[in-house]
């Protein structure tokens, strides 16, 4: 079945830096990729996606690749202030599987 | 209203109580989910009702009884758990159960198994 895995599950970088997730996925038949942001207490959010007929997509400071050769998607965030803090969920569908298979997610620290 | 409501926020049950989580939504959304989501981990899909039927159970215990009474409420029925199934417990809503749409999730009931 599909597997998805999510790098790093730690991320700590400074105010106003750029913050960089990485996701691959094993099945190529995967065609919609959202990321999920759960702040420490809250529900899950999402915040972006990006289906398999686009290689990137953005929304004011946060943006979404896709590499569908290399199976592999990334959610980039610039000039991080810390309200990114949170932890980032990367998601997939298979084609083949009407369900979401989730990364292990990543613990997102903005340092002031 | 794009917002999925659940109640109670924190329950503590014992092994031999029955209780159950309610969760509701106001978005014509036609397929609803229930997941367990555990500390440090991403949520665990536990149930998908579409148009109000059953439509996955991911191998959940009998332990949890979904039940949805109509197209914008769900019910996730506990009895005799295990410590081990203390969790959050997430409802979530989408517009078709096929996974390419947004999933709006509730807050969460806090469940503790004593």
């Known amino acids: 079945g599909e597997n998805v895995e999510q790098h790093p599950s730690t991320l700590s970088v400074q105010e106003g830096d750029s913050a960089v997730i990485k996701c691959t996925y094993s099945?190529?038949?995967?065609?919609?990729f959202p990321w999920y942001k759960q702040e420490l207490g809250k529900r899950p959010q999402l915040i972006i996606d990006?289906?398999?007929n686009v290689g990137e997509k953005k929304d004011q400071r946060i943006a979404v690749t896709l590499n569908k050769t290399a199976k592999h998607f990334s959610l980039h965030i610039t000039e991080t202030q810390p309200e990114d803090s949170a932890v980032y969920f990367c998601?997939?569908?298979?084609?083949?599987?009407?369900?979401?298979?989730w990364g292990a997610g990543t613990k997102l620290i903005i340092k002031p | 209203d794009t917002e999925v409501t659940q109640t109670p926020k924190h329950l503590v049950m014992g092994m031999t109580n029955k209780k159950s989580l309610k969760c509701e939504q106001h978005?014509?959304?036609?397929?609803m989910y229930w997941y367990k989501q555990k500390a440090k981990k991403p949520p665990e899909l536990m149930f998908v009702?579409?148009?109000?039927?059953?439509?996955i159970n991911e191998s959940v215990p009998s332990r949890f009884s979904p039940e949805c009474p109509n197209s914008s409420l769900l019910n996730l029925h506990l009895h005799a758990l295990q410590p081990e199934d203390s969790a959050l417990y997430l409802c979530?809503?989408?517009?078709?159960?096929?996974?390419?749409?947004?999933?709006?999730f509730g807050p969460g009931t806090r469940l503790t198994v004593t």
């Open positions: 979530a809503s989408s517009q078709h159960e096929d996974g390419t749409y947004e999933q709006y």
């Open positions: 978005m014509g959304h036609r397929a």
């Open positions: 009702y579409s148009y109000e039927k059953l439509s």
């Open positions: 099945d190529s038949a995967s065609n919609y």
């Open positions: 990006i289906r398999s």
């Open positions: 998601a997939t569908n298979p084609d083949s599987n009407y369900q979401l298979i």
